[in-house]
């Protein structure tokens, strides 16, 4: 099997507001109750050229049965042309951006849980793509929807750096949280690699 070909940091930057343009662009047809988000495969060939492919995803179908992320993603690693390097998704819903370094005040994150965010006056429609690459390493995008001249907000994360924030994705993945699906679908991409914290979350799940 070939290595994996990571693209260089300015093909992510690029890749991104394709993934968001894509998702605002689809949502103007759908009815406002149909939850669906887009699962994007990624793959470099040898020429350095990225390779996109996408699926929608409707997270009410088959909420008992298994990931629908996990399926689509599976469909598309099989369409793949050569071997894919990471997964995005690429969703709208409602939000705040946080740009301080001490990341979202906790009355925020309360009323996210309690589903209350779209009571908060600073909160707004967003748009918003992340990529996952096969080494541990989230690329996120998001933008207001209504006010784009505010621009993007960027950040990255790196999911594996510390044991402790690894173990945070782990639970998410078992709480059914759906980014915490596409990250796990990019870690299978590289089971060599990941061949341990793939091990763990078999154990979990079996």
């Not at 949280?177 to 061949?195: E, F, K, T």
């Amino acid at each position: 099997m070939p290595g994996i070909r990571y693209p260089p940091r300015s093909e992510i930057d690029r890749i991104l507001p394709i993934l968001m343009a894509k998702r605002i662009f689809a949502r103007v047809e759908e009815p406002p109750e149909l939850k669906l988000v887009h699962l994007w495969a990624l793959a470099s060939d040898d020429t350095a050229d990225q390779h996109l492919a996408w699926l929608p995803v409707d997270l009410d179908v088959a909420a008992d049965g298994p990931s629908p992320i996990l399926r689509a993603a599976e469909q598309l690693s099989l369409q793949s042309p050569t071997r894919l390097w990471g997964f995005g998704l690429a969703y709208c819903s409602v939000g705040e951006l946080f740009l301080g370094p001490e990341g979202p005040p906790q009355d925020a994150v309360h009323a996210a849980y309690e589903g209350r965010l779209r009571e908060r006056h600073t909160a707004d429609d967003i748009c918003a793509a992340t990529i996952f690459d096969a080494r541990g390493r989230a690329f996120n995008c998001a933008i207001y929807t209504h006010m784009p001249e505010l621009g993007p907000t960027n950040w990255d994360d790196n999911t594996l750096k510390a044991a402790k924030q690894t173990q945070t994705w782990i639970r998410h993945f078992h709480l059914g949280v759906i980014s915490a699906h596409v990250w796990v679908a990019a870690l299978a991409l590289d089971p060599d690699r990941n061949r341990n914290l793939l091990k763990r979350l078999i154990q979990h799940t079996s």
